[in-house]
T-cell receptor, first 113, second 115 residues
Framework: KNQVEQSPQSLIILEGKNCTLQCNYTVSPFSNLRWYKQDTGRGPVSLTIMTFSENTKSNGRYTATLDADTKQSSLHITASQLSDSASYICVVSAMDSSYKLIFGSGTRLLVRP | NAGVTQTPKFRVLKTGQSMTLLCAQDMNHEYMYWYRQDPGMGLRLIHYSVGEGTTAKGEVPDGYNVSRLKKQNFLLGLESAAPSQTSVYFC??????????????FGPGTRLTVT
């Protein structure tokens, strides 16, 4: 069964600190992996999209990594800011379904001053 | 360029009532999607459309109908609302199939409560 699991479920860090969020997936055949940021009361916004051949992708202070062999991805946030407080969702696309994405349930991050 | 917009933002319905959620996009995207988001769960696909005049069922289509009469609009209908349909509904659009690396853009969501 195609699944995406994220850890931790929630995380609290102090402003300025770094953190890493994890994503494990069992989706096959793999097409691409996406990380989204969802602010409270808003729709998800794309941070990165990675294909099978990409190991690392950055978007400002956000860096995503992908290990397609172990089916794991991580999202590293550097020098966190209060505005990073949000849910971060890992999403995987399967090659055999052009229109369906498999969403993780997200990691809720709270950055405290 | 407003991106993806949704109306209404909030709605409370009584069991058995009907309503239509409207999604509009101004990016000339071919593909549009309706999702629901429930606490502790990932977004789930209700229906999607690959172009004007086309619709298809997603993962959780029961109790919902959709129409795509114009390329820029995708309507989600609830004919007889049930408490199990209490959720946050998101519309999204993309310019290509999701197996490509094209972005999928989401609207701000509609929070629906069915009492």
């Amino acid at each position: 069964k195609n699944q995406v699991e994220q850890s931790p479920q929630s995380l609290i860090i102090l402003e300025g600190k770094n953190c890493t969020l994890q994503c494990n997936y069992t989706v096959s055949p793999f097409s691409n992996l996406r990380w989204y940021k969802q602010d409270t009361g808003r729709g998800p916004v794309s941070l990165t999209i990675m294909t099978f051949s990409e190991n690392t992708k950055s978007n400002g202070r956000y860096t995503a990594t992908l290990d397609a062999d172990t089916k794991q991805s991580s999202l590293h946030i550097t020098a966190s800011q209060l505005s990073d407080s949000a849910s971060y969702i890992c999403v995987v696309s399967a090659m055999d379904s052009s229109y369906k994405l498999i969403f993780g349930s997200g990691t809720r991050l709270l950055v405290r001053p | 360029n407003a991106g993806v917009t949704q109306t209404p933002k909030f709605r409370v319905l009584k069991t058995g009532q009907s309503m239509t959620l409207l999604c509009a996009q101004d990016m000339n995207h071919e593909y549009m999607y309706w999702y629901r988001q429930d606490p502790g769960m990932g977004l789930r696909l209700i229906h999607y459309s690959v172009g004007e005049g086309t619709t298809a069922k997603g993962e959780v289509p029961d109790g919902y109908n959709v129409s795509r009469l114009k390329k820029q609009n995708f309507l989600l209908g609830l004919e007889s609302a049930a408490p199990s349909q209490t959720s946050v509904y998101f519309c999204a659009s993309s310019n290509a199939q999701l197996t490509s690396s094209y972005e999928q853009y989401f609207g701000p969501g509609t929070r629906l409560t069915v009492t």
